[in-house]
């Protein structure tokens, strides 16, 4: 599941690509263009830095820029960085595996084989899709609906 954290990131990450390469965002900008709760979105903000997609600079003029083109940044390391490791169950995570409490023999078990297929369907979908990818696609839902209003 992707949790609230992980959508915040992703909209933070987006707005920062709206101002453009090289140019900094503000959590202040960030949490009001966005209507994110600044506090919270300080700690996924280092979350995002600790991980090595963004750099923060202080004072006039400062804020959070990305330390990658956008087309390098995957859903997947941003989803990774603030929630941790996607895995629909522990015995078939590829970073964080731990074997299944209630389960008597991961080599006999029915639903591993249908976990581990999720676990790959998820990992391929947001692994492959970029920001820059959403950020195209996001654009183009937004041009469209304000064009249904200027009809």
Known sequence: MIIRRSK??????????????????????????EQLPRKYLEAIMLDLK?????????GKGGGYTLLKSPSRITMGQIIRAVQGPMSPARCVSATA????????SEELCCVR?????????LSRV???KTLAA??????SL???RSAEFHI
């Open 134 to 139: 959403l950020a195209a696609e996001t654009e």
């Open 126 to 128: 947001i692994d492959l």
């Open 50 to 58: 600790v991980a090595g997609l963004v750099q923060s600079a202080r």
């Open 113 to 121: 084989p249908l976990m581990r297929d999720l676990r790959e369907a």
């Open 8 to 33: 915040y990131a992703i909209r933070a990450l987006l707005a920062v690509v709206r101002q453009g390469p090289g140019q900094s965002l503000s959590v202040e900008a960030i949490a009001r263009t």
């Open 97 to 104: 595996y731990s074997s299944c409490e209630d389960c008597p």
């Open 142 to 144: 937004t041009a469209s």
